[in-house]
């Protein structure tokens, strides 16, 4: 029987791993990462939505995570959202962690997909804004 330890221990082997995973993301590009979140090469510890946070440039990356959260819709790929809008925000260099936020509305979609999708639109277009003001 494996000791009592060594079963309760799922946090530090998660941390463990994850601090692996990200260290290996990190060493690819922005095209690369860009190129997995395209093809929905996600990992198990949503790695690669800190990889793309801290390598990505607002420009290149919106369009593609802009996207993955059009698309991904229902309860299976809520984790993905939240950390993918982290992402997006990082790289907006604005933090939301309000509960009635644009993150939140965008991520959560608590008030349904149509509201969802609409505040989507919304941070498209602040971005946008954003990315045109720094040409």
């Known amino acids: 029987m494996p000791k009592v330890s060594k079963i309760f221990d799922w946090r530090g082997r998660y941390e463990q791993q994850s601090a ?31 990889a793309i946070g801290k390598k990505g440039s607002l420009e290149n990356a919106a369009p593609v995570l802009i996207k993955y959260l059009k698309e991904a819709k229902g309860k299976t790929n809520m984790l993905n959202r939240y950390n ?36 989507i639109n919304h941070l498209e277009e602040k971005i946008k804004g954003m990315v045109h003001a720094a040409d």
Request: hydrophobic share 40%.
């Open 84 to 119: 993918c809008a982290g992402a997006l925000f990082s790289l907006m260099g604005e933090k939301d962690y309000s509960k009635d936020g644009l993150r939140a509305k965008v991520q959560w979609g608590h008030q349904g997909e149509e509201a969802r999708q609409l505040a």
């Open 20 to 50: 692996e995973n990200i260290h290996f993301l990190l060493k690819l590009s922005e095209a690369q990462l860009l190129n997995r979140i395209r093809k929905r090469q996600f990992d198990p510890y949503f790695s690669i939505w800190r």
